[in-house]
């Protein structure tokens, strides 16, 4: 392999979108540790940040490959926001894969141990209010959705939730506090109860 050092990032990524493989591999040398490191802090799952770091490069070859990838940004930061999406992602199928539906017929959702205190009515409202939550947290900006997820579904400090974002501790809790104003907001607006 030629010695590609002298590149610029967006000179191997030109080169890269004209054929040259040799390309990308210097950019995946350039980047791999980096950006390994930053999914593994993010996500607290070596195996999991391994399938999101394949997936990030796959998908920077095909968008590279079709043309559509814009130079107006830095390319270490356009593939690590790629990474970041997706580790985002895939804490929402987290989520979701752990949320019970009613629509499966072999599990009665309402006919559990943990339930046997409440009354049928008090375990339907939960459900509503968990759904209500989730909607509430869908319609939130990005940043303060990231920060929210990280700090109540991964359990992370505000300390870690800003060395993953790439931001001060005090804008991780000023996120952290928008978004609890906002979903406030968006549960008068929607006349939600969110407790019972």
Same mark, same amino acid.
């Given at each position: 392999?030629? @010695? ?8 191997? &990524?030109?080169?890269?979108? +004209?054929?040259? @493989?040799e390309a ?8 791999? @540790? ?8 993010? &996500?607290? #799952? ?11 490069f796959v ?6 490959? $079709?043309?559509?990838?814009? #130079?107006?940004?830095?390319? +270490? ?13 895939? =804490?929402?199928?987290?989520? +979701?894969?752990?949320? &019970?539906?009613?629509?499966?017929? @072999? ?25 209500? &939550?989730? !909607? ?7 940043? $303060? ?5 990280? !700090?109540?579904?991964k359990n992370?400090? =505000? ?15 000023? !996120? ?11 549960? !008068? ?8």
């Amino acid at each position: 392999m030629r @010695n590609l050092d002298k590149y610029t990032d967006e000179q191997l &990524v030109a080169a890269y979108a +004209s054929g040259d @493989n040799e390309a990308f591999d210097a950019l995946l040398l350039r980047h791999k @540790n980096r950006l390994f490191t930053y999914i593994v802090q993010m &996500v607290r #799952d070596r195996d999991l940040a391994d399938d999101i770091f394949q997936e990030t490069f796959v998908k920077a070859i095909t968008t590279i490959r $079709q043309g559509r990838y814009n #130079d107006f940004g830095k390319f +270490s930061a356009w593939i690590t926001r790629i990474a970041r999406n997706l580790a985002i992602d895939s =804490f929402r199928a987290e989520k +979701s894969e752990a949320t &019970v539906s009613t629509d499966d017929t @072999n599990f009665d959702v309402l006919n559990r141990r943990e339930l046997s205190e409440e009354t049928v009515e008090d375990a339907m409202i939960d459900l509503q209010i968990e759904h209500d &939550v989730r !909607r509430l947290v869908d319609e939130l900006p990005e940043p $303060q959705r990231e920060v929210l997820m990280m !700090r109540f579904y991964k359990n992370l400090s =505000f300390k870690e939730i800003a060395e993953i974002t790439g931001v001060s501790i005090n804008t991780a809790l000023g !996120r952290m506090r928008y978004a609890i104003l906002n979903m406030r907001r968006l549960a !008068r607006e929607k006349e939600l109860i969110l407790s019972r």
